[in-house]
C-alpha cells in the first residue's frame, strides 16, 4: 500500500494559491486515472485504489497546512502504512518557479506543513516531490507570497510541474521511489 499527500489549505478561498500546490497535483492524479476523493476521515479527503496488487491512497488533508501530520499520521497507523511508502507533495519556496525535485528524506526547509508530518510520524525518512514557487519579490512576506495566486506567466510553468510531478507519481506505482528520482529528477 502507498500513500500519496498533497499539502493545501481547505476552502475556495485558497484554492489555486501557491501554498496548494500539492492538492493541484493529487487532483491531477485523480483525474487521469478517473479517481474520486470520496472518503472523508483522519481529518482529510481521500481516495482508495487499486492499481494490479498495489493498493494506492490519495490523500488531501483538510487540517490546515501547519497540521499536516495530524491528517497524515492517523491515516498511515490505521492501514498499517510504513514512511518508506509514504510521498508528500509540496510546496518549496527554494526552488525556481515550476522546478519538481524529489528527494527520499530531509529536514522541513522551514516549510511547517512538512514540520508537522516530521513532528508526528517521528522520522524524516520519507519519500517528496518539491514543486517550486520561488521566493517572494522584495517587499513581500513569504505569507502573503504562498496564500498567493500564480501570474499568468507561472501558471504556464506550474501547469508543466503539475504534469511532471503527477508522472512521477504515477511512476512510482509501478517502480521504486530511487528509479523514479532517477528518471524524474
Given at each position: 500500500?502507498?500513500?500519496?499527500?498533497?499539502?493545501?489549505?481547505?476552502?475556495?478561498?485558497?484554492?489555486?494559491?501557491?501554498?496548494?500546490?500539492?492538492?493541484?497535483?493529487?487532483?491531477?492524479?485523480?483525474?487521469?486515472?478517473?479517481?474520486?476523493?470520496?472518503?472523508?476521515?483522519?481529518?482529510?479527503?481521500?481516495?482508495?485504489?487499486h492499481?494490479?496488487?498495489?493498493?494506492?491512497?490519495?490523500?488531501?488533508?483538510?487540517?490546515?497546512m501547519?497540521?499536516?501530520?495530524?491528517?497524515?499520521?492517523?491515516?498511515?497507523?490505521?492501514?498499517?502504512?510504513?514512511?518508506?511508502?509514504?510521498?508528500?507533495?509540496?510546496?518549496?519556496?527554494?526552488?525556481?518557479?515550476?522546478?519538481?525535485?524529489?528527494?527520499?528524506?530531509?529536514?522541513?526547509?522551514?516549510?511547517?506543513?512538512?514540520?508537522?508530518?516530521?513532528?508526528?510520524?517521528?522520522?524524516?525518512?520519507?519519500?517528496?516531490?518539491?514543486?517550486?514557487?520561488?521566493?517572494?519579490?522584495?517587499?513581500m512576506?513569504?505569507?502573503?507570497?504562498?496564500?498567493?495566486?500564480?501570474?499568468?506567466?507561472?501558471?504556464?510553468?506550474?501547469?508543466?510541474?503539475?504534469?511532471?510531478?503527477?508522472?512521477?507519481?504515477?511512476?512510482w506505482?509501478?517502480?521504486?521511489?530511487?528509479?523514479?528520482?532517477?528518471?524524474?529528477?
Amino acid at each position: 500500500m502507498k500513500l500519496i499527500a498533497g499539502l493545501g489549505n481547505p476552502g475556495r478561498k485558497y484554492k489555486d494559491t501557491r501554498h496548494n500546490v500539492g492538492f493541484l497535483v493529487i487532483e491531477e492524479v485523480a483525474r487521469r486515472n478517473g479517481w474520486g476523493l470520496n472518503k472523508k476521515k483522519f481529518q482529510g479527503h481521500y481516495a482508495i485504489e487499486h492499481l494490479g496488487m498495489e493498493q494506492i491512497i490519495l490523500l488531501e488533508p483538510q487540517t490546515y497546512m501547519n497540521l499536516s501530520g495530524e491528517s497524515i499520521k492517523p491515516l498511515m497507523d490505521f492501514y498499517s502504512i510504513e514512511p518508506e511508502d509514504v510521498c508528500v507533495i509540496y510546496d518549496d519556496l527554494d526552488l525556481p518557479t515550476g522546478k519538481v525535485r524529489m528527494r527520499q528524506n530531509g529536514g522541513h526547509g522551514g516549510h511547517n506543513g512538512m514540520r508537522s508530518i516530521i513532528d508526528q510520524l517521528g522520522t524524516k525518512n520519507f519519500n517528496r516531490v518539491r514543486v517550486g514557487i520561488d521566493r517572494p519579490k522584495p517587499g513581500m512576506t513569504v505569507t502573503d507570497h504562498v496564500l498567493g495566486k500564480f501570474s499568468k506567466e507561472e501558471k504556464v510553468e506550474m501547469s508543466q510541474a503539475i504534469t511532471l510531478a503527477a508522472d512521477a507519481c504515477e511512476a512510482w506505482f509501478k517502480h521504486t521511489f530511487q528509479e523514479v528520482m532517477n528518471q524524474h529528477n
